[in-house]
Nanobody, 119 residues
Framework: VQLQASGGGLVQPGGSLRLSCAASGSIFSIGAMAWYRQAPGKQRELVAR???????SYGDSVKDRFTVSRDNAKNTVYLQMNRLNPEDTAAYYC??????????????WGQGTQVTVSS
């Protein structure tokens, strides 16, 4: 099983980006999916999380600016980021709770995609 993240890049303050993360491999089902981020010298923090039932939760610093969604048919989680500011600059990592059988589940992480907000 692999998670492949994409969509990062350089954007000006006030701009938008959309991150995607697709899971592939021997997947029975996927539970919660999430995005975390880590800036240089800081701890990894939760950005947004979405359950299999599409219940969402967000970190305080991104509420009302970011939206997490998922396409279960594509095993993909998205993060729409609006009104970006320099404090959002970080490596963004996707996470998924993936069941490979009815009785076996494991946490998986993507490789990270860099988001840089700068003029």
């Amino acid at each position: 099983v692999q998670l492949q993240a994409s969509g990062g890049g350089l954007v000006q303050p006030g701009g938008s980006l959309r991150l995607s993360c697709a899971a592939s491999g021997s997947i029975f089902s996927i539970g919660a999916m999430a995005w975390y981020r880590q800036a240089p010298g800081k701890q990894r923090e939760l950005v947004a999380r979405i359950t299999s039932g599409r219940t969402t939760s967000y970190g305080d610093s991104v509420k009302d600016r970011f939206t997490v969604s998922r396409d279960n048919a594509k095993n993909t989680v998205y993060l729409q980021m609006n009104r970006l500011n320099p404090e959002d600059t970080a490596a963004y990592y996707c996470y998924a709770d993936i069941w490979t059988s009815r009785t076996r589940a494991k946490d998986y992480w993507g490789q990270g995609t860099q988001v840089t907000v700068s003029s």
